[in-house]
């Protein structure tokens, strides 16, 4: 499964090192394979249930600054001033991620896991496809084989 989530449209993952994208294409792939081989579509059910609240990196980042800048301005409100500075670094750290896509928080997040909404729902749609909702992905063949396909179909 090299190339089934190759885009050079998704910003964040064009400025996210190689090794962080392959981890967390790798753990989709681990996810894919073993709803395949377990076939359970309660199990599915639920876990597309836990993806649908999984938290995006945009998501994690807005509030993930939104938290610095108001740190910023109680810290600063207790000792005169001096903390506000965080508030500026938070808000321009959301600002840089609004126009380009990505920032420093952004790679640290990417390193914790937090993923793009796309990488979320390409695992939500192979998920969705293993457990039949869609009439693209062959039942025949083995886990291997179903898991490709729908990882495949999700893509397109």
């Known amino acids: 499964m090299e190339s089934w989530n190759q885009t050079s449209s998704d910003t964040v ?18 996810c894919v394979r073993h709803m395949a081989e377990r076939g359970d579509r309660a199990e599915m059910t639920r876990y597309l249930a836990r993806l649908e609240r999984e938290w995006d990196i945009n998501r994690a980042l807005a509030v993930g600054t939104s938290a610095l800048g108001l740190l910023g301005l109680l810290l600063g409100r207790r000792d005169g001033g001096r903390w506000r500075g965080l508030t500026a670094v938070a808000g321009g750290m959301l600002l840089q991620h609004s126009l380009s896509g990505f920032s420093p928080l952004s790679e640290l997040l990417r390193v914790l896991g937090v993923r793009t909404r796309r990488e979320i729902d390409l695992e939500k749609f192979a998920i969705k496809a293993l457990r039949g909702d869609f009439e693209r992905i062959p039942m025949e063949g083995g886990p291997m084989a179903r898991a490709n396909a729908a990882l495949v179909a999700a893509q397109s």
Do not use: A, F, G, Y
């Open 13 to 30: 993952r064009v400025h996210t090192p190689l090794v962080v994208n392959r981890r967390i294409d790798e753990h989709v792939e681990r």
